[in-house]
Structure formats: structure tokens, C-alpha cells
């Protein structure tokens, strides 16, 4: 879908706990990238419907999620490879059932792998914010990609994007805003949802509130034509 990537793949080292559980439970848990669509039920084995999150970093507000809602299905989108093997941890710890991990990236990934009107939901909890005006044309909330993921959105379905970077937030407001098929249900408040409370603090919010950072909340609902 576009050539310049979103990340940039650091050499993370990775914990003797990361590895183990890399080695031992991606086979379980992780489907590797294929250029069609999933059959996501199978792998499921149900039919509950599917919340995509994309850059899930150590994973660890997935797994609460994930736990707090079994009757949900996640799909994670990640290519920290250290993320992934902590995440797994989490899911073995944990002992989940609907979680289910694609180490690739999740612009090509969901673009091939998701079926249009599958998606019941996305998350994308503090994505990289790419502040240099130089390096804007990374960052991941940005049409087109917002308008495939409206086309892969079921139709009640949402995305949900939260970030600790204000100019970001505007921007992404403002191609969310433009995207067809989205409806933002929030007009108070410049556009911002309030904060959804059953979301776990992430890794990265943490740092961000350490440095003083304020946390925007944009929220946007699927409407059927
Ligand atoms: C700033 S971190 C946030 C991690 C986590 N959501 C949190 O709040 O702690 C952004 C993450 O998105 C991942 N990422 C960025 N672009 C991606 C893409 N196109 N596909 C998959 N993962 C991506 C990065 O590897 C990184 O781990």
C-alpha cells in the first residue's frame, strides 16, 4: 500500500524470558504474513468478533484487554521482536485463548490479511509519533491507510487511537475527520474523546506522563452508505 514504512526496526536486545517464550509459543500463538485473507473463525475457532491493534509494543495492556474481554477476539500487529516474546509470555501467564500475533507489518498486513467489514475494531495505542516535519510521511494514522482501515471495519465497528503527542493528535484528528465512512461521535472538547476508561495505562504512556506529555483520546465510529 505505501512504500515507506511506519517503523524502523531496532536491534532490541531480547530478555532470556522473551526468548524462551518466542521460541517456545509463537508456533501457538503467531501466524505468520500471508498475501490473503485469514480465516479468521478457524483460527479462532469461534466467532466472536475481531479487535486489530496495531504496534502493540511489550503487549502487556493487550493481554489485560484481552483478558478483561474473552467473548473478543484480538489480532496484535507487531515488528519488535522482544514485544512479541513478552506478549506471549503474557498469553501463556495468563492462560488466553483469543489472542493471536502477526510479527509484520501491519499497514501490508491488514491491507492482505483482513477481509473487508471484518474488523470490529482497531487499536493503536500510542503509535510512533514521528515528530520531524521530515519524517511526517511515517506516521501510520494518515490517509489512505485510515480509509482501509474504514473499508475493513464491520458496521458498527471503531477505531480507537490514543497518543501523547498534541500535534500528532490534531493530525490525526484531521485525516480521521476526512476519511469517508467515519463519524466521530465526540464534538465537545475539540474533537477528543474522554478518556475510555476501561483502557490500561501502556509502556509508553507511562514514559510520556513521566515527561509531562498530555494524552489525547480520538475515537471514531464506522457508518454504513
Ligand atoms: C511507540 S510504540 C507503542 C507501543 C505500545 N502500544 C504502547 O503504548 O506501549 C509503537 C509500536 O508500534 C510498532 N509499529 C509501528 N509501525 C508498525 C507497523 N506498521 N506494523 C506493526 N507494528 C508497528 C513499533 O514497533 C512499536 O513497538
Redesign the pocket.
Given at each position: 500500500m505505501r512504500f515507506i514504512?511506519?517503523?524502523v526496526l531496532r536491534a532490541g536486545r531480547m530478555s532470556d524470558a522473551q526468548r524462551r517464550s518466542y521460541e517456545n509459543f509463537s508456533g501457538s500463538y503467531c501466524i505468520p504474513f500471508q498475501p490473503e485473507p485469514l480465516d479468521i473463525p478457524r483460527i479462532f475457532g469461534n466467532e466472536n468478533p475481531l479487535t486489530v491493534e496495531?504496534?502493540?509494543?511489550?503487549g502487556i495492556?493487550t493481554a489485560q484487554i484481552a483478558e478483561a474481554n474473552p467473548g473478543i477476539n484480538y489480532l496484535g500487529?507487531?515488528?519488535?521482536r522482544p514485544?512479541i516474546g513478552r506478549l506471549l509470555w503474557e498469553i501463556e501467564e495468563r492462560g488466553l485463548s483469543n489472542i493471536r500475533i502477526v510479527e509484520?507489518?501491519?499497514?501490508e498486513?491488514i491491507e492482505k490479511m483482513i477481509r473487508p467489514g471484518e474488523a470490529a475494531a482497531f487499536h493503536i495505542?500510542?503509535?510512533?509519533p514521528w515528530p520531524k516535519k521530515r519524517h511526517h510521511k511515517r506516521r501510520?494514522v494518515t490517509r489512505p491507510f485510515t480509509d482501509l482501515l474504514a473499508e475493513k471495519l464491520s458496521g458498527n465497528g471503531y477505531i480507537y487511537m490514543v497518543t501523547d503527542w498534541v500535534e500528532y493528535a490534531d493530525w490525526a484528528l484531521a485525516e480521521l475527520s476526512a476519511t469517508p465512512h467515519l463519524v466521530n461521535p465526540y464534538t465537545g472538547n475539540g474533537g477528543f474523546a474522554p478518556p475510555q476508561m476501561w483502557r490500561p495505562r501502556?509502556?509508553?504512556?507511562q514514559k510520556g506522563l513521566a515527561k509531562g506529555h498530555e494524552v489525547r483520546e480520538i475515537y471514531f465510529k464506522h457508518i454504513s452508505v
Open positions: 514504512k511506519s517503523y496495531i504496534g502493540f509494543g511489550m495492556a500487529f507487531e515488528v519488535h514485544g509484520y507489518d501491519a499497514v498486513g495505542f500510542f503509535p510512533d501510520l501502556t509502556k509508553f504512556e
